[in-house]
């Protein structure tokens, strides 16, 4: 039924009106494409540009593979995937390639198709040593080792990395220049030393700093400084009973946050996850530094360029009293459903390798921002000149690659993550917003939060 | 006349008074048709004079962000509802009115009873049974629990009970089966209720908006309360014009609804709220 | 289900009481008491086993924590509670000559006499429509109260009450103190004058009273409930009153004056309700913009009239909740506008102009007759809005604040979805739901306590 409803024209509307009930009642499922035709059903979480990007390549590949249709589906964000994914599944009938994004992969090792059986199967299992799938090379050994790190899980590469980003500092240039900030800040001190500058101007911007409150950079600054988030090394050597909230790392980037917020250097746009406010801040020259993602390096400088300022781009800044561990990545992930028929199986094991190639790899990141996800895909670019055009483009991967490899760069792996992130903005706005103690009120969310893995541990374990 | 007593004189004052009155209360939408036309630079320079954006924004809401498949949607949900809920609640109507059978009474009870189970109490739970069936991002989901309400039948019953009582007796005697009578002699009679009980549940779908919100994830299948959300969250900064235009469109439907059907409405509104 | 030692007490009290009012319900119908203290006694004793047997009595476990036992005590007197009503309502019927038929009050004497299969199969659509989608999603929502529920997880433990007790912390506070011990100043002044000589203000006291009850109840209940939903309570009630208070008086001034013998009032009348076409999120999007710090016009009229700048609405939590209540007030408006014309039409004249003669200004006639007039309207008013400041708000909040900042507009709804939606707790929505259901019952049995009792009708 879902099919016949996507293209109610106004004839359907008719019918609908009609027998609504009966045909939403009794509609089947999508039929095969008739002879020897195999559709294969990817879903992921954009519904802007990337979304036509990759419904290009798709078709591309169905182009190529005459026996195979690959049906690229958008949804509207992560979490509205992650839900049409859990119901279709309790349904029996998943799509064969989802989306979802880092934060969820304990999720997704967890996750159970009706009888029982985990839901998503390892590429790197389902590959088994394949050095190519229907004539597409495979590419999965040559992931850069951030994504693949931190996708590795009980020592199988479990899913396909695609759109992977880290943070950066975006500065203002004429504004650093301005205020005689030679170099963009790289640590904490250098960043409160520039924002002093800055104030002193004769026409200061509004405030000096801000990002948005997004679980994504606590977690960061905690790998940064070699903190762990969750028990059993981050979740990494066993499956992760503690979480804590408070620790001295999550503690002295919450007080330095909370700080910069009471000396009127950072701003908070008031609303959580506001990816959008605070990008307009900068832009506007409201304020001459942001955190961001470096998914979002195209648009920020791009901005800029029209705004009239230069855009200068660095690594995050880091925890100067403590040893540099190293960031981490963002994004999404491409997951294989498991128990497909293996004619299905190998047409979305190729698909993946197809949109991974050195050349997808490569206009994905020109054409986004995500960082070239394959070494070769890096090694094209270079050939090419990009990074010598665009040198802001190499910032992100090279961050990546100054990570030590602990379990701390590697990241948590953590069930109900997604829940906890909320127990860390939430606390977060009430230490901004209302001037709650970060000690207090981060202890509580460890709380908040371990009675979340606490119950979610309940559902999965034992 | 009522509380000032008998002093005409002042109906200078009072024009004034109402006719800031009105400006205040219309200042919202004023503003966002103003907001509509101009991009977010003129907004942010609170330019007072229409901007030269409405073509650009119109682009980007319609087609960029498909409100059109949105309002598509909308309609086609509104209307299933609003139809749907009708012929249920006249066939309850009629069952209430013109049968005695056992257990009468009891069924008038279940269906009193839920007037006191607003649907968003047990939204969580209704969302689960729904994709349990299977309908999360469909039509039926989004319609077929809400085709019959307590308020619709209880209208049709008081309605029918206010209606000369010969006249059933009249029909069967002529022999006209019970579906019969209905469709004949109480449809032609009941238009008023039946147009205002369509309008009110049109507009109750129409303005639907935590569960469409739980049960689409499929922006396709997405309706227009919810897919207006597209604009606040546009991925390169707020787009205000597009996401004022947006706002506006929306409100179309009802508010034509509304001033046309105004009279007939305001008798209609003595229904107890639906759910 | 386990019998603990500490439920035989309770089930006697239970079956005593419902002995109790059976006896008295039964005398007041003028029927032989004895007859009732044993059906609802009866019902009393088996009621508490509709909660107890769902629960399994886990909260009479040994062990267990007095809130936990609290709760249970509780889900135990409701189970009574249902019962017995049932019981007096149903058993008073069924005693009386005419038995159930006295129950079937047909409009009409049943014109068309068919088999009962075509008029079941009329309601055949209503019925299962209500019993699929309101009556079992309601017992499921009772159900997952009381389960460890996410999305897509294998198993679905029993968790007792965990879910309601995570909610509740029961704190003695000053605020909670000061109504009570007004309250307890009103009703000892009650009594010490009741037929005494009358005191000047003492007609008040009746509806202070009222008022200190309502006061007392709110601070009791907010004080009842823990850290994680005394903010959300106190979020609701305050949203909710503003709503209803700020939007029932603005609307009865705008009706006074459209009841003015002024020309084009049809004009200025469509121009003054149409707003209420707009639906809750809509109202969101625009405030949401004519509020945004950035560009939004609200900042600069305040910037350009007064000499203040307008605090941003996203980082202030008072102003946010203000923001919240505008932008229903503005959404509602015309509906109670409408409501108080319609009313106002009924006010007789005659009576304001012997108010007139007799020498009453504006304002006392305003007071004194019209607005007692209108009472059984106001009273319908704050009923619809109430419940849209429950349900509906939750549109507007959602485009507006999101909740934020800090959880100053986080009500009762807001914290349902979002419990569900991105921490994936279902257990926990439903015992929120739950709890929302209670605040709702509440209204309603308000409702049911003044209809006819505070209401005058004017006529």
């Known amino acids: 039924m879902r099919r016949s409803e996507r293209s109610r024209s106004p004839r359907t509307l008719a019918v609908a009106l009609a027998v609504g009930v009966l045909v939403a009642a009794c509609g089947g499922d999508n039929g095969d494409l008739g002879d020897g035709v195999t559709e294969v059903d990817v879903w992921i979480g954009f519904t802007d540009y990337r979304l036509d990007w990759t419904q290009e390549r798709a078709d591309e590949f169905s182009a190529a593979h005459a026996d195979y249709q690959v049906n690229v589906q958008g949804y509207d964000s992560y979490e509205a995937l992650f839900q049409a994914t859990t119901l279709a599944a309790g349904q029996g009938d998943p799509p064969a390639v989802v989306q979802y994004f880092e934060v969820a992969t304990q999720e997704a090792r967890d996750a159970v198709a009706p009888s029982g059986d985990p839901l998503f199967a390892s590429v790197e299992g389902a590959l088994a040593g394949r050095t190519e799938v229907l004539g597409e090379p495979v590419v999965l050994d040559d992931v850069v080792a951030a994504a693949r790190d931190y996708y590795t899980t009980d020592g199988e590469f479990s899913s396909m990395p695609w759109n992977t980003s880290s943070t950066l500092l975006y500065a203002n240039g004429d504004l650093l220049d301005a205020a005689g900030v030679a170099e963009v800040p790289a640590t904490w001190a250098e960043i409160e030393a520039a924002c002093e500058s800055l104030a002193d101007l004769d026409e200061p911007p509004t405030h000096c700093i801000t990002w948005p409150n997004h679980g994504w950079f606590f977690e960061q600054s905690i790998a940064q400084q070699g903190g762990l988030l969750a028990g059993n090394d981050n979740g990494r050597a066993d499956r992760a009973e503690q979480v804590q909230l408070d620790s001295p790392e999550m503690l002295s980037w919450v007080e330095w946050w909370a700080e910069l917020a009471e000396n009127d250097h950072y701003v908070y746009t008031g609303t959580q996850r506001d990816w959008d406010g605070t990008k307009n801040a900068f832009a506007a020259e409201q304020v001459a530094f942001l955190l961001t993602s470096s998914g979002d390096a195209t648009a920020v400088v791009q901005d800029g360029t029209d705004a009239g300022f230069p855009v200068e781009v660095a690594p995050m800044p880091y925890n100067h009293d403590v040893p540099y561990a190293g960031n981490l990545i963002g994004g999404a992930t491409l997951w294989l459903i498991a128990g497909l028929d293996e004619v299905t199986e190998d047409g979305a094991l190729a698909f993946l390798q197809f949109l991974n190639n050195p050349e997808n790899a490569a206009d994905w990141h020109r054409t986004t921002g995500y960082i070239p996800i394959t070494e070769s895909a890096v090694a094209l670019l270079d050939d090419e000149g990009w990074f010598e055009e665009n040198p802001y483009h190499r910032v992100a991967n090279e961050q990546l690659a100054a990570a030590d490899g602990s379990p701390a760069a590697q990241g948590a792996l953590l069930g109900a993550f997604v829940g906890i992130r909320d127990v860390m903005t939430l606390a977060m706005e009430d230490v901004l917003v209302s001037g709650a103690d970060p000690r207090s009120r981060f202890a509580e969310a460890t709380e908040e939060a371990q009675a979340l893995l606490d119950e979610y541990n309940s559902l999965y374990v034992g | 006349m009522l509380v000032s007593g008998r002093r005409p004189r002042r109906t200078l004052h009072l024009h004034l008074l109402l006719w800031v009155t009105c400006a205040v209360l219309c200042a919202p939408v004023l503003y966002a048709m103003l907001a509509a036309t101009q991009n977010n630079a003129q907004l942010v320079n609170f330019q007072l004079w229409p901007g030269d954006s409405l073509a650009r924004n119109f682009e980007i809401v319609w087609h960029n962000r498909s409100l059109g498949q949105f309002m598509l949607n909308s309609t086609v949900m509104s209307l299933t509802i609003a139809l749907g809920k009708t012929v249920t609640a006249l066939l309850a109507g009629l069952a209430f009115v013109y049968f005695r059978f056992p257990g009468r009474w009891l069924l008038f009870f279940f269906v009193l009873v839920t007037l006191m189970m607003p649907t968003e109490i047990s939204i969580l739970a209704l969302f689960r049974i729904v994709s349990g069936l299977g309908w999360a991002d469909s039509l039926a989901g989004l319609t077929v629990p809400f085709l019959a309400s307590a308020t619709g039948a209880f209208l049709f019953r008081q309605h029918f009970a206010s209606l000369p009582a010969n006249l059933a007796e009249a029909a069967q005697l002529d022999g006209a089966s019970p579906l019969q009578f209905l469709w004949r002699v109480l449809v032609p009679l009941s238009w008023n209720v039946i147009g205002a009980l369509t309008v009110i549940q049109f507009l109750y779908g129409w303005n639907m908006y935590l569960w469409p919100l739980l049960l689409v994830s499929d922006q396709r299948d997405q309706v227009v309360q919810v897919g207006l959300a597209t604009l606040q969250q546009a991925g390169q900064g707020q787009l205000y014009g597009p996401m004022m235009l947006g706002a506006l469109i929306a409100s179309i439907p009802p508010i034509v609804v509304f001033l046309v059907l105004q009279r007939s409405l305001m008798s209609g509104l003595s229904l107890p709220r639906d759910k | ?459």
Request: charged content about 10%; glycine content about 10%; hydrophobic content about 55%.
């Open chain 3, 1 to 459: 289900m386990p019998v603990y030692p500490v439920l035989l007490p309770l089930f006697a009290v239970a079956a005593v009481a419902g002995a109790m009012i059976g006896r008295a319900a039964w005398r007041f119908a003028g029927l032989p008491g004895y007859r009732g203290a044993l059906i609802v006694g009866g019902a009393g004793a088996a009621g508490p086993l509709l909660t107890m047997v769902p629960l399994r009595a886990c909260t009479f476990e040994p062990g267990r924590t007095a809130l936990d036992y609290a709760v249970g005590v509780v889900a135990f007197a409701a189970g009574a509670g249902v019962a017995i009503a049932a019981a007096v309502w149903l058993g008073r019927a069924l005693a009386v000559p005419g038995g159930v038929s006295r129950l079937d009050q047909g409009d009409r004497s049943g014109t068309f006499r068919t088999a009962a299969w075509l008029p079941l199969g009329l309601l055949l659509p209503t019925l299962a429509i209500l019993a699929l989608f309101l009556y079992w999603p309601l017992l499921e929502t009772l159900r997952m109260s009381t389960h460890t529920v996410r999305l897509g997880a294998p198993r679905q433990p029993f968790a007792c009450v965990d879910n309601y007790t995570r909610l509740l912390g029961p704190t003695l506070e000053w605020w909670l103190l000061l109504p009570a011990l007004l309250l307890g100043v009103a009703l000892l002044l009650g009594f010490v004058t009741r037929g005494g000589a009358e005191w000047p203000g003492s007609g008040a006291l009746p509806r202070v009273r009222g008022w200190l009850t309502i006061a007392t109840v709110l601070a009791a209940a907010t004080a009842l409930f823990g850290p994680a939903y005394r903010s959300v309570f106190v979020t609701t009630m305050i949203l909710t009153s503003g709503t209803v208070v700020i939007g029932l008086a603005v609307g009865l001034a705008i009706a006074v004056l459209l009841s003015q013998p002024v020309r084009g009032r049809g004009i200025y009348r469509t121009l003054l309700i149409w707003p209420y076409a707009i639906s809750p999120p809509i109202a969101g999007i625009l405030f949401f913009v004519i509020f945004d710090p950035l560009s939004g016009i609200a900042g600069q009229v305040v910037e350009t009239l007064t000499p203040w700048q307008l605090p941003n609405y996203r980082t202030d939590p008072s102003l946010a909740r203000a923001v919240v209540i505008l932008a229903s007030v503005w959404k509602t408006l015309g509906f109670t506008i409408l409501f108080y014309i319609a009313g106002l039409q009924n006010v007789s004249s005659e009576m304001l102009e012997a108010a007139h003669l007799d020498g009453a200004n504006a304002w006392q006639r305003f007071r004194w007759f019209v607005v007692p007039a209108l009472s059984p309207i106001t009273f319908f008013l704050v009923v619809t809005n109430v419940t849209y400041a429950f349900f509906e708000v939750f549109g507007t909040i959602n485009y507006l604040t999101r909740g934020g900042p800090s959880g100053a507009t986080t009500d009762a709804m807001t914290s349902i979805v979002q419990v569900a939606q991105v921490q994936g707790s279902f257990g926990d929505g439903a015992a929120r739901s739950m709890v929302l259901f209670a605040m709702v019952l509440a209204v309603t049995a308000w409702q049911f306590r003044s209809t006819g009792r505070r209401v005058s009708y004017s006529n």
